[in-house]
């Protein structure tokens, strides 16, 4: 009883505004009392209205009072203060409009600690202390509160449903049981939750699990940006590194040049000046020779001209200048053109390379997962155009149709000799090597077809049929006929159903290791499918069986 007082107290000294313990307690003309703010505040809200009323009451008020402190009520809260026994904020003791509140509290409820289906109750904490007191209580089902107890009530007879129809999927009572539901399939409601329960709890398993790969799939995703961003940066600093040589030596190249044909310009003007002042001395020795001539040709004493004529300088020999040749300024036009060439050569062979640089950086795949295509339209996406290697085939096979269509013959082909041509396989590789995802069509007629796939190293020999496409590690092979399909790898036969069409469609993943084999018509059906590893770049094959007339195409796709 003595505590139900200190809560009763509590409540009385509780600030019906803030609904906490009052804070510098003020009491109106009405009696009612206030934390000053609070008070305040209101008024001021009033104040427009020039009247002021009490929150409680409703008692109105003009002028407006003046706010005394009700220094008793201020005591009783310092003293509740002391001893710890403060009132808990509101939303954390008394129910609000969202909260479940306690059936059992009079006046100002509290909040609802538990509910109890077997009552269809929901308690506070003190009201709720008989269910774990009292024996017969004590087997109650209590669950956290709930404002939907009355739905656990049937609407047709009053009762508590304690049981579960399978068959309509819904609770019903005993009553329920007896009459529209007697030929059901029911189990008590326990019974259905305790399986529930076991299903969800499968459920939450699996979820888990797929949490801790989806957890392990975005480690692995992490790691694939650092490695993707590590290459890249990597790639970017050798690429810097590789054109700064290549800089450094087109200037070395340059400097050198530079520097011979200065070295050689230095030797020819040295020369010309050589035999230019060789040029200029002998100019000024006939000019003296000339001006002594023209002095003794003016000599009239015929005994002094006599005298010193045989004392007149013999002439020196003549400097040759009869190779002389002034030409046009086209000394050094020829190593520009030099320059020229190899600087053509070079932008013929960088737009050369360019194209494969930037393919194989376009070709950068990261393994991400990617839904196979399931339309012909899809695959087209990823169509490309593949012409077959005249030096890879068999020399029973003539190609045509720019190199996309092979067809058996009766007599060789006018082929040279080369190193990657099959010897003695009626087969032939593509020109194109497959990466990435790839899509192409062959069209084939005849008795039998190999449609294939193989890296560029398999065997071109016989070695006991290890050359044939399928036949080996390093190649796959759909084999189609008029009678059947089949896929073979390794030697191994894999039947292949039906439908059957005279054209085959074939996806490549390399990436992701995946080789399909479709059958095209006005639809497209998969015939067989490998999931693999690929560790080279794979070519197109074709393998065509020894009937005169037997042909395969790789069709041009739109």
């Not at 307690?25 to 209101?42: A, D, E, F, L, W």
């Not at 209205?49 to 008793?72: A, D, E, G, I, Y």
């Not at 400097?319 to 002389?324: E, Y």
Request: hydrophobic share 30%; proline share 4%; charged share 30%.
């Amino acid at each position: 009883m003595a505590q139900k007082g200190v809560q009763l107290d509590q409540e009385n000294i509780s600030c019906c505004i803030c609904l906490d313990l009052l804070k510098d307690p003020v009491t109106i003309p009405c009696g009612h009392s206030y934390c000053r703010n609070c008070i305040k505040t209101h008024w001021d809200k009033e104040e427009e209205k020039k009247l002021h009323s009490c929150p409680q009451c409703r008692q109105t008020f003009r002028p407006r009072p003046v706010l005394v402190k009700n220094t008793m009520l201020a005591d009783l809260v310092e003293q509740l203060k002391k001893t710890g026994l403060q009132a808990a904020p509101a939303d954390h003791c008394y129910a609000g409009p969202e909260d479940v509140s306690c059936d059992v509290c009079t006046g100002r409820k509290l909040k609802a600690f538990k509910s109890c289906l077997v009552c269809l109750v929901s308690y506070c904490e003190k009201h709720l202390q008989p269910h774990y007191d009292v024996a017969p209580l004590k087997k109650h089902k209590l669950v956290d509160p709930s404002n939907k107890l009355q739905e656990n009530i049937c609407s047709r007879h009053d009762e508590v449903m304690k049981m579960f129809c399978r068959t309509d999927q819904q609770c019903i009572c005993y009553l329920c049981l007896m009459e529209e539901h007697k030929d059901h399939e029911t189990v008590s409601a326990a019974a259905e939750i305790t399986e529930r329960q076991r299903e969800l709890e499968v459920s939450r398993l699996n979820i888990q699990q797929r949490i801790q790969d989806r957890e392990k799939d975005v480690k692995l995703l992490q790691q694939e940006v650092e490695n993707i961003n590590l290459s890249a940066d990597k790639a970017v600093e050798d690429n810097e590194k590789i054109f700064t040589e290549l800089i450094r030596l087109m200037e070395k190249r340059s400097s050198d040049v530079k520097q011979k044909v200065r070295s050689q310009q230095r030797t020819e003007v040295s020369r010309v000046k050589e035999l230019q002042e060789k040029l200029e001395q002998e100019i000024t020795e006939l000019k003296r020779n000339d001006a002594e001539l023209k002095k003794l040709s003016h000599t009239e004493d015929h005994n002094q001209f006599l005298h010193n004529y045989p004392s007149l300088s013999p002439l020196s020999e003549s400097t040759d200048s009869s190779s002389i040749r002034i030409s046009p300024l086209s000394y050094f036009e020829d190593v520009t053109e030099a320059v020229s060439e190899v600087r053509d050569e070079l932008q013929d062979v960088l737009t050369e390379k360019w194209t494969n640089v930037s393919l194989m950086v376009t070709e950068v795949d990261v393994l991400l997962p990617q839904p196979e295509p399931k339309t012909r339209a899809g695959f087209l996406k990823y169509s490309h155009e593949i012409t077959l290697d005249p030096n890879t085939a068999y020399r029973l096979l003539l190609l045509s149709d720019e190199n996309r269509k092979v067809k058996f013959m009766s007599q060789h082909q006018s082929y040279s000799r080369h190193p990657d041509r099959f010897t003695e396989c009626y087969q032939v590789l593509s020109r194109e090597s497959l990466t990435g995802r790839c899509y192409w069509e062959v069209e084939w007629r005849g008795g039998v077809v190999d449609v294939a796939v193989a890296y560029k190293n398999i065997s071109r020999k016989w070695d006991g049929g290890e050359c044939r496409f399928g036949m080996n590690d390093k190649s796959w092979a759909l084999t189609c006929d008029n009678n059947s399909y089949r896929f073979r790898y390794n030697r191994a036969d894999t039947p292949v159903s039906d439908p059957q069409t005279s054209r085959v469609g074939v996806y490549l993943d390399h990436s992701a290791g995946i080789l399909s084999f479709y059958s095209v018509s006005e639809t497209i059906a998969l015939l067989h499918r490998v999931q693999t590893t690929f560790t080279q770049p794979l070519y197109a094959g074709l393998w065509l069986f020894t009937s005169f007339g037997d042909s395969a195409e790789l069709c041009k796709v739109k």
